[in-house]
């Protein structure tokens, strides 16, 4: 059975290293077998379709081809269409009422729980706020990412610590689950 997904790359074509074009990357993924590649922008996201593997052996299978071809290691998160729409779906703030640049997703790798964040002090960074989901946290900054204090404090290694994450801003979300839908 084929399967739709999506591929969150982490930390490419950021500050001008780590370069991995767009279109060099939907060849690689067409030479892994994948179908339907397409890319969303320039900062590490692709959809494709697979008939063979799942999530975690498909997002290993695309680091590792990363690795070889562009010379530098990346860390890549897969998931299906279900488990994107599922996300949106879950989002515990008023999306429709925010600007997308204030409302943002950090996927991992694995399961979360709140022992992992009992370091970040919440009222501190007031009225930013974060939630936990189902392998994402969700993180609501007023204004935007780039001065998020908090989005600093849940990003520190010891929180994040034998977990690939990466963040994504709400209007991607929002288009990785279109892009998966068929």
């Not at 320039?42 to 799942?54: E, I, L, N, P």
Request: with cysteine; proline share 5%.
């Amino acid at each position: 059975m084929t399967t739709t997904y999506a591929a969150l790359l982490r930390g490419i074509n950021v500050g001008g290293s780590r370069k991995l074009p767009m279109g060099d990357l939907r060849t690689l993924m067409e030479g892994l077998g994948y179908t339907g590649v397409r890319t969303y922008l320039q900062s590490g996201q692709a959809v494709f379709a697979s008939d063979h593997g799942d999530e975690g052996s498909l997002a290993a299978e695309l680091a590792a081809a990363v690795a070889e071809r562009f010379g530098f290691a990346v860390d890549v998160i897969v998931r299906d269409h279900a488990y994107l729409r599922a996300v949106v779906e879950a989002c515990p703030f008023p999306a429709a009422d925010l600007q997308p640049k204030q409302l943002h997703v950090t996927y991992f790798s694995a399961p979360v729980d709140a022992a992992r964040f009992a370091g970040v002090d919440p009222a501190a960074h007031a009225p930013e706020e974060f939630r936990l989901g189902d392998r994402a946290l969700y993180l609501y900054a007023p204004d935007g990412l780039g001065r998020s204090k908090l989005a600093e404090q849940l990003s520190r290694p010891r929180v994040t610590k034998g977990l690939v994450a990466t963040t994504r801003n709400w209007n991607t979300v929002l288009k990785l689950v279109e892009m998966t839908a068929g």
